[in-house]
């Protein structure tokens, strides 16, 4: 067949080709469920849109100030609309997701409130964020403290020690919706909403935080749908669509969102400055296209976990559970298992696909740690790519693809590779 032929031509036998497809047979139901949920989400997001009036005003570039930049306050508006929040705060001006999570926790929480995590220990970055680990400017710094609650051993809300661990200080409480790169469940944007209306319950005027890093156009319904005050991510993960070259979102209450662009400008400026600098196309067209590159990235997760998971391997999420994030994890076992699979991804990448991935030693790891990625933004981890440090249980934490097919040619790629070394015979 001539696609077979396409395949080979990219270094894929025609044994991996047909054990892909064997696999990919027994997963039509579900890739159409995911279809089904982009097609809503596009709905969603064109409706936005058009709501909003969105024109080629909107692409023009803006420099200094940045007074009256009509792209950024529609790009904006177009966020707000998608969220089903009063406000959004969504510029180039924001870094990346640890930066607008800094920016809606330092703009909310004043010297002598209490910040509360009831789902463990947050996102590696946010430690030094907040203070667990110690850095100049912590959020402990300027006397805000920090409490979590562990989940219970099933991984499910420990209620009665959250109930205990909400009290007068308790000012804000931060949910991360993916796991990350521990081991614990990603949460349904379901479980999520339970959890808010729980915390509300004891403390009504408590704000809640969803850290929705990974989890966006993954269901019909986001966080902030469900009581979320803020919702907060990165724009080079799933809202950005693989377009945006840097940027971050905060989406939540008037009262919140203003709060979080006096912090990111100067109390008085607020959203009024902040020029675009020529990136409203890129910011714009990716969220457009953000329901579409979500639901591939989704189907190249489910894909690896069914292919690997047939294999022997252990996959977090294991094949067949259902989905709220675009990260999988797959326990290869074996540093040489590892840098096959790495080699595998960074060979099929449009970008640096002639580069070998290595595991090298990472500041902040006991570890080597191995990394593949040959994206055309740099870093961005909504684009095919994977990671990993090197020691038990070997896992590779895999994600992203911009367009499915891409994603199944890295797969396949991968099991290629673990072929080629003589790894998984199939
Ligand atoms: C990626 C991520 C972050 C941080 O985002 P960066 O853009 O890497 O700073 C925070 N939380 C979660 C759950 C993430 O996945």
């Given at each position: 067949m001539k696609l077979n032929k396409m395949y080979q031509g990219l270094g894929i036998s025609p044994a991996v080709y047909e054990y892909g497809e064997a696999v990919l047979k027994d997963l039509r139901e579900r890739f159409d469920a995911i279809d089904q949920a982009a097609e809503y989400n596009q709905a969603k997001v064109l409706s936005a849109f058009q709501k909003n009036r969105v024109d080629a005003a909107c692409f023009a570039a803006t420099t200094g100030y940045?007074?009256?930049d009509v792209g950024r306050e529609k790009l904006e508006l177009v966020y707000a609309d998608v969220f089903h929040t009063e406000a959004a705060l969504v510029r180039p001006q924001i870094t990346c997701g640890t930066h607008a999570l800094t920016v809606a926790l330092s703009a909310n929480l004043l010297p002598g409130d209490e910040l509360l995590s009831p789902v463990g220990a947050p996102y590696d970055t946010l430690q030094e964020v907040i203070g667990i680990r110690p850095s100049p400017c912590s959020l402990a710094e300027y006397g805000v403290s920090y409490r979590q609650v562990e989940l219970l051993a099933d991984g499910t809300f420990d209620y009665e020690g959250i109930r205990a661990a909400i009290h007068e200080k308790t000012k804000l409480i931060t949910i991360q919706r993916s796991k990350g790169y521990a081991t614990r469940p990603t949460f349904s944007v379901a479980q999520i909403g339970e959890l808010i209306a729980f915390c509300k319950s004891v403390k009504p005027d408590v704000i809640c935080m969803v850290d929705n890093c990974y989890g966006e156009f993954i269901d019909t319904v986001e966080p902030s749908d469900v009581g979320a005050d803020m919702v907060v991510g990165s724009l080079i993960k799933n809202p950005g669509g693989g377009l945006a070259p840097i940027g971050g979102y905060i989406c939540g209450t008037k009262a919140c969102v203003d709060r979080c662009a006096y912090r990111l400008s100067a109390p008085g400026l607020g959203q009024e400055v902040g020029a675009n600098l020529g990136l409203m196309p890129a910011l714009f067209q990716g969220f457009f296209l953000a329901p579409t590159v979500s639901a591939g990235a989704l189907k190249g997760a489910i894909f690896a976990a069914n292919i690997y998971e047939r294999l022997g391997f252990r996959c977090?999420?294991?094949?067949?559970e259902p989905r709220h994030d675009i990260i999988q994890a797959v326990e290869l076992g074996s540093r040489e298992a590892m840098v096959a699979f790495c080699k595998g991804i960074q060979a099929a990448a449009p970008v640096d696909s002639y580069v070998t991935p290595e595991p090298w030693p990472m500041p902040g790891y006991d570890s080597d740690v191995i990394m593949a990625a040959g994206a055309f933004v740099q870093g961005s981890s909504i684009e095919l790519s994977a990671d990993g440090p090197i020691r038990e249980p070997y896992a590779i934490y895999f994600q992203g693809g911009l367009t499915w097919y891409h994603a199944k040619v890295g797969i396949l790629m991968s099991l290629q590779k673990m072929v080629e070394a003589g790894l998984v015979t199939l």
């Open positions: 940045g007074y009256n977090v999420p294991n094949a067949t």
